[in-house]
């Protein structure tokens, strides 16, 4: 079945350093999906994004969809100590209602 | 609106017990899910529904059972209690897939098997 696979696993920075995680699929996505998971706490949707090659900003957040719909990234410019959790991609099983996860990218900012 | 409620928040079996985990929503989504995370292991797809008496199978179904006689409930049973069982689990519910479909997620059941 389709997966969904992301890197790093892990990423330290320094507070005001940028981070950047990875999300890349074995199949074409109909659309992806990112959330964010504080610490203790449940995931929240940050975003979506559907179209080949799009681009989305959320103030210090950058998304982007790749031309080929197999891959995505996240990048945080100037991290803030208030970035710190694990960030996760997921997309749709292709054909079904499943909705699959990567196995996310736990950031952790040093002030 | 309350969202995604689940309950209980946390729960401590013995090995071969039987429990429900609750969902409710009150969105009116038709699409609902049930995910359990475990350590370095990401949210895994356990069971959903597209629907009312809708239900399918995810990626790590073997266990649990589902059903979903209403559109707000969808309950998550463990049949006989295992270790390997012990996670947090999440519940999310969303409008259908195909369509714009953020999930939104309950708060989560802290469940530990002994």
């Known amino acids: 079945g389709q997966q969904v696979m992301q890197i790093p696993q892990y990423q330290h920075v320094q507070e005001g350093e940028d981070f950047t995680t990875y999300c890349n699929s074995s199949?074409?996505?109909?659309?992806i999906q990112w959330y964010k998971q504080r610490p203790g706490g449940h995931p929240v949707f940050l975003i979506q994004?559907?179209?080949?090659?799009e681009v989305k900003k959320q103030k210090r957040l950058t998304f982007q969809f790749g031309e080929a719909k197999k891959n995505s990234s996240l990048h945080i410019t100037a991290t803030q100590t208030t970035d710190v959790g694990t960030y996760f991609c997921?997309?749709?099983?292709?054909?079904?209602?499943?909705?699959?996860f990567g196995k996310g990218t736990k950031l952790t900012v040093n002030p | 609106n309350a969202g995604v409620t689940q309950t209980p928040k946390f729960q401590v079996l013995k090995t071969g017990q039987s429990m429900t985990l609750q969902c409710a929503q009150d969105?009116?989504?038709?699409?609902m899910s049930w995910y359990r995370q475990d350590p370095g292991m990401g949210l895994r797809l356990i069971h959903y529904?597209?629907?009312?008496?809708?239900?399918d199978q995810g990626e790590v179904p073997n266990g649990y059972n589902v059903s979903r006689s209403t559109t707000e409930d969808f309950p998550l049973r463990l049949l006989s209690a295992a270790p390997s069982q012990t996670s947090v689990y999440f519940c999310?519910?969303?409008?259908?897939?195909?369509?714009?479909?953020?999930?939104?997620f309950g708060p989560g059941t802290r469940l530990t098997v002994l």
């Open positions: 999310a519910s969303s409008y259908q897939l195909a369509d714009y479909n953020e999930q939104f």
């Open positions: 199949t074409t996505l109909s659309n």
């Open positions: 994004l559907v179209k080949s090659g």
């Open positions: 997921a997309g749709p099983q292709g054909g079904s209602e499943k909705l699959v």
């Open positions: 969105m009116n989504h038709e699409y």
């Open positions: 529904s597209v629907g009312a008496g809708i239900t």
